[in-house]
């Protein structure tokens, strides 16, 4: 027995269930305050998967590590996933650029010659019998204590993560779901390639099922999902500008994504760093001589825009 096509049409909702349940029910994006990329974005990461790519040494994780403290200034309450480096290391990274602020500035990679200075002031205060003076004077005055709080102050609302069971594709989906009924309202994965599922062992396929998962979860979810992922390409010391075509063979993360971009170093200046936003479902993309610049500080996890 046929019905009317009036009836078969709303069974998959409303105009007014999607006025009411959904329009009015919509999350905001996650706001960047990275200024053009939020406007290509049109307001920032949406629910999701969104990829950020890049050859080695291009500075995929420090410019991962940035964008998600630029976007925890508005208090956007995120998780950092790190596959590849230790949580001490990425924190050093972010302490390294509030330390910028503080009037100690440190590079991170200093971090250990700190760390010894430290023990030994510690070490010679314990033998006088000073341990309360030295704590007092070491959150007063130790450049990597001060560095800390000042990045407790101005992005204290972001997580560092980097246990063992996150490397599973499982353990993410597990954390993020924990983090979100806490507030969690963004994530990064530093980064796709690193990412186990379980039963999948060609890489190909791996990568695929990480990032069709990743784009569910986040949407399941109501959150973005930034993956940084490593591009194998030639084109920039050709100096072409990148392309989709430069994610082919890791997978299919470009139907995936909901955005795309891909940092690049500059063959013209080494102290510039280019960001090729080669896909983006809700606005425009950058021309491909006209990518998003800024000048980078590795030393100090830092990423510039130029001065208007």
């Avoid at 046929?2 to 919509?26: H, K, M, P, V």
Wanted: proline content about 4%; hydrophobic content about 40%.
């Amino acid at each position: 027995m046929s019905g009317s096509w009036e009836a078969f049409r709303d069974s998959f909702g409303t105009t007014i269930d999607y006025l009411q349940g959904g329009y009015l029910n919509s999350g905001s994006p996650v706001p960047t305050n990275i200024a053009p990329l939020d406007e290509l974005l049109c307001g920032g990461w949406r629910a999701g998967l969104h990829i950020i790519g890049g050859e080695p040494a291009a500075g995929k994780s420090a410019f991962g590590l940035f964008s998600l403290m630029m976007a925890s200034l508005s208090g956007t309450r995120s998780l950092y996933v790190s596959l590849e480096m230790g949580r001490g290391q990425c924190l050093s990274r972010c302490y390294s650029y509030a330390s910028l602020t503080t009037g100690r500035p440190f590079r991170w990679g200093d971090t250990w010659m700190l760390a010894r200075d430290a023990r030994a002031r510690r070490d010679d205060a314990l033998r006088r019998g000073e341990a309360m003076e030295f704590a007092e004077e070491f959150m007063r005055s130790d450049p990597y204590a001060m560095a800390a709080k000042s990045f407790d102050e101005r992005f204290g609302s972001m997580a560092v993560a980097d246990s063992e069971a996150l490397h599973e594709i499982g353990g993410i989906e597990q954390a993020a779901r924990r983090g979100r009924a806490s507030g969690l309202e963004g994530v990064v994965v530093d980064y796709l390639q690193y990412i186990d599922v379980e039963g999948v062992t060609d890489e190909y396929a791996r990568v695929s099922a990480a990032s069709k998962r990743l784009n569910r979860l986040g949407v399941e979810l109501g959150i973005p999902i930034v993956a940084l992922a490593s591009c194998s390409r030639s084109g920039n010391a050709k100096g072409k500008a990148p392309t989709m075509h430069d994610f082919k063979g890791s997978g299919d993360i470009e139907y995936h994504a909901l955005s795309a971009s891909i940092i690049a170093k500059d063959p013209q200046d080494p102290r510039a760093r280019l960001l090729h936003v080669v896909k983006n479902r809700f606005g425009g993309t950058t021309e491909p001589e006209q990518p998003i610049v800024f000048t980078f500080d590795g030393a100090h996890n830092s990423f510039e825009l130029p001065e208007c």
